[in-house]
């Protein structure tokens, strides 16, 4: 059974960073992604990472405060996020591709999902 797992989030003041994490479980997938929705949005791409070579891709909002990384021994990928802003305040989704063709920057190219953290930066 295939499980992603999202931890990491809280309440945070601006400024302040955080690690999100998503604990990957059933099997081994072509891309990873983070996306995040904040309340009265539409859910928006943040980040993404190749399993196996690495590759990353970054929303232009949030390239240079967030950073993606895998840790393939632990079937686990982070979110680093920096200099938070109440902006960033919405629940960050994981998110699993399965093929390498799929889109990367658009949630239709994503099979599985998790159930999301919350993340609230206070000003």
């Known amino acids: 059974q295939v499980q992603l797992v999202e931890s990491g989030g809280g309440l945070v003041q601006a400024g302040d960073s955080l690690r999100l994490s998503c604990a990957v479980s059933?099997?081994?997938?072509?891309?990873y992604a983070w996306f995040r929705q904040a309340p009265g949005k539409d859910r928006e791409f943040v980040a993404a990472?190749?399993?196996?070579?690495?590759?990353?891709y970054y929303a232009d909002s949030v390239k240079g405060r967030f950073t993606i990384a895998r840790d393939n021994g632990k079937n686990t990928v982070y979110l680093q996020i920096n200099s938070l802003k109440p902006a960033d305040t919405a629940v960050y989704y994981c998110?699993?591709?399965?093929?390498?063709?799929?889109?990367?920057?658009?949630?239709?190219?994503?099979?599985?999902w998790g159930q999301g953290t919350q993340v609230t930066v206070s000003s």
């Open positions: 059933g099997r081994t997938f072509s891309r």
């Open positions: 990472i190749s399993w196996s070579g690495g590759a990353e």
């Open positions: 998110a699993a591709s399965t093929s390498p063709t799929m889109p990367i920057m658009t949630d239709h190219g994503y099979d599985y």
